[in-house]
């Protein structure tokens, strides 16, 4: 019952890669599948005529109009595969482009980051990042070639069913239990590999390990070669010795059906040598006979072969329509966002991410006025970050609201408050773009603006000193292109948080990876920028916090203070115990 749950499934996948070819190029599609039947029939057209070729010269009878039939059919033959790759190209190009296409459009759609939490969904996305690329041209070479073998099969056994039909239905008997079991033995090495191991997970790992630019300077100052080496040879040792076992079991299931289907075919060989010979069929039927085996043994292998070679591909593109059907129920409010607002409150407010059973924050209540500037601090752990989250709305409350002039944040327009916030991530992106590019994002380019935030972030002397201009690619791994080190690129993402310019601003650990002068002085440049935005800025630094209005001291998950910061200096002793411990260092 559970093979049979499984080959269902394999036809029900195998349907909608079919039909997912006709959505990407309609018309490319359609000859693709045209071009299957017909690849199918002109073989045996070429044994028919050759049958009959010999038939006619056998019986002195004109065998011209024969030899004609045969060289079209044998040179259509030889030409259509040629035809039928390039077409398959073709849709190779745009199918690839469309699955991509459509992964990112999905992935667009999603405003909340809850999936990145689910560790099921997450591997699977990792998969279908990696593997887009490479995977729709399996589905397209092993989707047709399935079609076109089987198609061939069916016609050399209807065919031969005209002279025997019981040595065409005794092949048919012999030949679908060797498939279902070849198909089972393949089935249960790709789990191995794939679904029932993580060995080859880990085996990318170590050899990328060694492989790879951003580990290469760690790899040989610790001298880690040897050791990622055994432990590679050693895994792939153990996945070979499991995969070996079922290609043992497949070694001895195909020499069964071996002895089997020789059997068969030699006795249909005796059959129709005898027929021949009594008279009762024209010799052209053994080269026919000869022939039709030919054809339905290649045919039986490929249709074998390649079915479970799509089996691996079908379950990628399984998970590619889960990744599409994927909801994460995040609503989309109808609300703009407002011009000017009075304040922002937060209210009660739990939080436990998604997949977890701990609670990050608990019972966190605030009031932030228009055009404050409020330092978010505490210990590693206590849920800084995960509060910036929340009020830009990646993820929504468990608990509690939080809302903007009355307005819960869960009814403004995601796309327009998201157009009203802007931030500097603690893991801020490195995209391998343009220094422009990286700045403007998904903004309209304006030159002046791009100037002025490189500037106000602290870049302007590198852009003056020709080290640097707006076309300068910021990747090594593109031609002309250079990096940056991680302050300069802390200032990158500075900028592109000032071009974007959103009335709300986030700095999760902006300046970390600063010293404090030059902390100090973004700060000061920032503020100047932003001297009538509403601010929250996380800083480990607290030295940062002369620059809040109000500091929000968070300890394990709870508001332990929310005041200014000479207030908390006076009035919570942990809060003040924080700052001494940091003030000779930073101060």
């Keep these: 019952m559970k093979h049979l749950h499984k080959l269902n499934q394999y036809f029900k ?101 809850s999936i990145f939490d689910d560790s099921k969904y997450f591997d699977d996305l990792q998969m279908l990042r990696d593997d887009a690329s490479w995977r729709p041209v399996n589905l397209i070479v092993f989707g047709v070639s399935v079609l076109q073998s089987f198609l061939t099969l069916a016609f050399m056994l209807i065919y031969l069913a005209r002279y025997n039909w019981w040595l065409a239905l005794l092949l048919l008997v012999v030949m679908v239990p060797q498939s279902i079991s070849y198909y089972r033995i393949q089935q249960q090495s790709f789990e191995t590999m794939v ?111 390649d079915s479970s070679l799509l089996y691996d591909s079908l379950l990628w593109i399984e998970k590619y329509f889960k990744f599409l059907e994927y909801q994460d129920n995040f609503e989309n409010g109808s609300q703009n966002f407002p011009d000017d607002f009075d304040d922002i409150n937060v209210k009660n407010l739990s939080f436990t991410y998604p997949f977890s059973d701990t609670e990050i924050l608990h019972n966190v209540s605030f009031s932030v006025k228009s055009g404050e500037k409020i330092a978010v601090v505490g210990e590693n752990g206590s849920g800084k970050s995960t509060l910036v989250k929340l009020l830009m709305r990646f993820y929504d409350p468990t608990n509690g609201k939080i809302s903007v002039d ?8 995601i796309f327009d408050l998201h157009k ?16 422009q590019e990286n700045v403007i994002t998904g903004y309209s380019f304006n030159k002046d603006r791009v100037n002025n935030v490189l500037k106000a972030s602290g870049l302007g002397d590198l852009l003056a000193n020709d080290h640097l201009n707006l076309n300068t690619m910021l990747a090594k791994d593109f031609k002309n292109g250079t990096d940056l080190s991680g302050g300069q690129w802390q200032k990158v993402a500075l900028a592109r948080d000032l071009y974007a310019d959103g009335k709300i601003e986030f700095l ?62 006076q009035t919570n002793p942990k809060y003040k115990e924080m700052y001494d411990l940091q003030k000779d260092a930073y101060l």
Excluded at 406 to 413: G, H, I, P, Q, S
Aim: proline content about 2%.
């Design 508 to 569: 999760d650990e902006p300046t970390a990876a600063l010293d404090a002068k030059s902390e100090a002085e973004i700060y000061q440049r920032f503020l100047k920028e932003n001297d009538k935005k509403t601010i929250f800025f996380v800083t480990h630094r607290l030295s940062a916090v002369r620059f809040a209005d109000k500091v929000l001291f968070l300890d394990g998950g709870k508001i332990s203070g929310f005041d200014t910061h000479t207030n908390l200096l």
């Design 13 to 113: 996948e195998l349907t909608r890669t079919y039909h997912l070819f006709f959505k990407s190029a309609p018309l490319v599609a359609a000859c693709v599948l045209l071009l299957a039947p017909l690849q199918a029939v002109i073989p045996l057209l070429a044994v028919a005529a050759g049958q009959k070729v010999i038939d006619q010269v056998t019986n002195h009878s004109p065998f011209m109009e024969m030899i004609i039939v045969w060289i079209v059919a044998t040179a259509f033959q030889q030409f259509l595969p040629s035809l039928s790759t390039m077409v398959q190209g073709v849709l190779t190009d745009k199918l690839t482009g469309f699955i991509n296409i459509s992964l990112m459009k999905k992935s667009a759609d999603l405003q909340s980051i």
């Design 406 to 413: 009355n307005y819960d944040l869960k009814d403004f327009n």
């Design 195 to 305: 679904e029932r191991s993580k060995n080859a997970r880990y085996l990318h790992y170590y050899s990328g390990l060694l492989l790879d630019r951003r580990d290469a300077k760690e790899v040989r100052l610790f001298n880690m070669f040897p050791k990622i080496i055994e432990k590679y040879i050693n895994l792939f040792e153990q996945t070979k010795k499991d995969v070996n076992q079922i290609r043992k079991r497949q070694l001895a299931t195909s020499s069964l059906f071996v002895v089997l289907t020789v059997g068969v075919f030699g006795y249909g060989f005796y059959w129709f040598t005898n027929s021949v010979r009594t008279g009762a069929l024209e010799v052209g039927v053994l080269l026919m006979f000869v022939s039709v085996i030919g054809y339905i043994s290649t045919s039986m292998a490929r249709v074998v072969e």
């Design 420 to 435: 009203n916030l802007s931030a500097t991530f603690q893991d801020f992106s490195r995209f391998k773009l343009t220094l």
